[in-house]
């Protein structure tokens, strides 16, 4: 009750509280956002994640297709920056680190263990294989089919720094189209080429997957 007002009125007076957002949900990015407070609410927006192959990764979502990239690559250490920037928050090459061990940290305490794939990724009967293009397109082979898969792919796929980009499918193919630019092997080993070129990219890299190893032999000046 206030004094001093006209008699017969009555005002409440509420104190006002700040309450800690960060004592109830953790790091906000409300108010001045430090480098002790980034990165916050991060790992939530990155979505770090262990792989089968003991390697941290991020999703990456700026494409119709999701992929992934390790969170130690360019990529990974470009979208920590990124987030930064949002924030308003310059990092040096240690807070980065830092930053990075900590997401490493919170995707190992997760305890799930993502599979990742390089190129080819079993599907159903059949495979996924990444084209390796700017937009990641994906085609899928299964048995009677080939699509072209543009968008909406789940297939977690990871790309070396030296992959390059593969040829979409014909609609009608012809291995023997191959055969000028091997001018000189014979039709027997042409033939062991194909299938050994076919068999590769038909199957995963998986455990259970038995590669033929090609070798490659001839004179001085046969190259």
Known sequence: MELGKPQGTAHLVVPKVQVDAKSIHGPTTTGTVTKERFPGNLPSQLEPFLADDGSVYVSCTD???????????????????????????????ADRQEITEKLETYAVLQKTIKPIWYRVAPYGKGVEIDVGDEQHTRVRITPGAVDIIVAGSATLFVRSPVMKSIVLPADHGD???????????????????????????????????????????GGQGSG
């Open 175 to 217: 291995f023997n189209l191959l055969r000028k630019y091997l001018p000189n092997l014979d039709f027997f080993d042409f033939l062991l080429l194909v299938g050994w070129l076919t068999y590769t990219i038909a199957h995963p890299k998986a455990e259970s997957t038995k590669y033929v190893i090609l070798v490659l032999d």
């Open 63 to 93: 494409r119709a297709n999701s992929y992934v990239v390790s969170i130690k690559s360019q990529h990974g250490q470009a979208l920590i920056n990124q987030f930064a920037a949002e924030h308003g928050v310059t990092l040096s090459k």
